[in-house]
């Protein structure tokens, strides 16, 4: 089992950055892929990003490419996804996940934290 906890959500102004931070206990990370989805009132959950076992690919989602960097840090077990140029279209909550495949699809990522929610004013 793996236990994923984000922090680092917030309020932001448009144009403003945030840096969310996802750690995990129970099994180290390095063993999976890790992602960020996100999911806005009345929407359907959507990818944002992915990172694989290795660190060296990632995938960003077309709406937050060259504006957002997930990265891995195995030695704390984190994860974190670096928010910048925020837009009020990029107000959800925020879900990190772990997956040993190395996908977008969330209905295939076995393990889920509690989500943090982002809200960017405009």
């Known amino acids: 089992q793996v236990q994923l906890v984000e922090s680092g959500g917030g309020l932001v102004q448009a144009g403003g950055s945030l840096r969310l931070s996802c750690a995990a206990s129970?099994?180290?990370?390095?063993?999976?892929?890790m992602g960020w989805f996100r999911q806005a009132p009345g929407k359907e959950r959507q990818f944002v990003a992915i990172v694989s076992r290795s660190g060296f690919t990632r995938t960003y989602a077309d709406s937050v490419q060259g504006r957002f960097t997930i990265s891995r840090d195995d030695a704390k077990n984190t994860v974190y996804l670096q928010m910048n140029s925020l837009k009020p279209e990029d107000t959800a909550v925020y879900y990190c996940a772990a997956n040993r495949l190395y996908t977008s699809s969330p209905g295939q990522y076995d393990y889920w934290g509690q989500g943090t929610q982002v809200t960017v004013s405009s």
């Open positions: 129970g099994r180290t990370l390095s063993s999976y892929a």
